[in-house]
């Protein structure tokens, strides 16, 4: 099992930047891939990056050129870099694992929220 939290969400003005963190634990070593995911009001949840276990990332193109992926292996925790936040961005952010325990399984975290004021 994976276990997640998220943290770094905050009200933030348009324009500003913000850094979410997802530290993980349990069989970290059975992780193929993280990423971030977003759900807005009324909206559907989406994916905003991904890492995999050997750092390809993958971006959303609504947040290319403004967010960045990271992970510290060290720490087991992945970032969420954003920078020039827009008020589309306003969603809660949840964090996402893919690894192998006896089968292919996912976790979430209870995810953060992120509001941008315009």
């Known amino acids: 099992q994976v276990q997640l939290v998220e943290s770094g969400g905050a009200p933030v003005q348009a324009g500003g930047s913000l850094r979410l963190s997802c530290a993980a634990s349990?069989?970290?070593?059975?992780?193929?891939?993280m990423g971030w995911y977003r759900q807005a009001p009324g909206k559907q949840r989406e994916l905003v990056a991904t890492i995999s276990r050997r750092d390809e990332t993958n971006y959303a193109d609504s947040v290319k050129g403004r967010f960045n992926i990271s992970r510290d292996n060290a720490k087991s925790t992945v970032y969420l870099q954003m920078t020039s936040l827009k008020p589309e961005d306003t969603a809660v952010y949840f964090c996402?694992?893919?690894?192998?325990?006896?089968?292919?399984?996912?976790?979430w975290g209870q995810g953060t929220q992120v509001t941008v004021s315009s």
């Open positions: 996402n694992a893919a690894y192998y325990s006896g089968g292919n399984s996912i976790s």
């Open positions: 349990g069989t970290i070593l059975s992780i193929n891939s």
